[in-house]
C-alpha cells in the first residue's frame, strides 16, 4: 500500500509538467467476505493472491497497481484512454470468468466490480479522485458487480 500511495503522488506530480491521459480504477473483489467467512483467512488468502495475479498478468508495466486495503485495489492507467482501459479490464473479467478455485471440495468463482475516473493534475488530494472511482464502483455493485462503469466527472477546480 505505502508503494501505491508514493507512485500515485510522483504521477500527480509528473501530471502537472507533462499533461497525459490518466484514468484510475479503484477494484473492489465480490463476495470476498462471505469466502473468508466460511473457508477461513488463509483460503482468503489464496483467493486474493489469484485474483491479483490476474491483474498483474493483464496490465501493462507501466500500469500502477496497488492494495487499497482488505479486498480493494486501484489501479492507474498512465498514458492510456478510456479504450484502452475499457479492453484491459474487458480481459482482466474474462480471465475472471474462466477461474474456479477449490475450497473445501468447493469450487469458488471471482469477480470483480470495478469504477473508473479520469486521473486529473488538479486531484489534490487524491481522494477527489478516489471519491468520483468510488461512485462508479458504487453503481456496478448496486447493479450486481461484475463489471466496470466510468465516472466522466469534470476535472476539480
Do not use: W
Not at 503522488?9 to 501530471?15: A, C, E, V
Not at 469504477?115 to 486531484?123: A, M, Q, S, V
Not at 481522494?127 to 463489471?147: E, H, M, T
Amino acid at each position: 500500500m505505502l508503494h501505491f500511495i508514493l507512485e500515485r503522488s510522483l504521477h500527480i506530480k509528473h501530471l502537472r509538467r507533462h499533461p497525459e491521459n490518466s484514468l484510475l480504477a479503484v477494484i473492489d473483489m465480490d463476495k470476498f467476505k462471505p469466502i473468508n467467512d466460511r473457508y477461513g483467512h488463509l483460503n482468503g488468502d489464496r483467493v486474493l493472491k489469484v485474483f491479483v495475479s490476474i491483474f498483474r498478468e493483464t496490465l501493462r508495466e507501466t500500469d500502477i497497481f496497488g492494495r487499497l486495503g482488505g479486498d480493494e485495489f486501484a489501479i492507474i492507467f498512465r498514458n492510456c484512454n478510456l479504450m484502452e482501459v475499457t479492453d484491459i479490464l474487458s480481459r482482466v473479467q474474462a480471465k475472471m470468468k474462466k477461474v474456479k478455485i477449490t475450497l473445501a471440495d468447493d469450487a469458488v468463482s471471482i469477480s470483480a466490480s470495478i469504477g473508473l475516473t479520469e486521473l486529473y493534475h488538479e486531484d489534490q488530494p487524491f481522494s477527489l479522485a478516489l471519491a468520483r472511482a468510488d461512485q462508479a464502483l458504487y453503481q456496478v455493485k448496486q447493479n450486481g458487480g461484475g463489471n466496470f462503469a466510468t465516472n466522466t466527472a469534470p476535472a476539480p477546480t
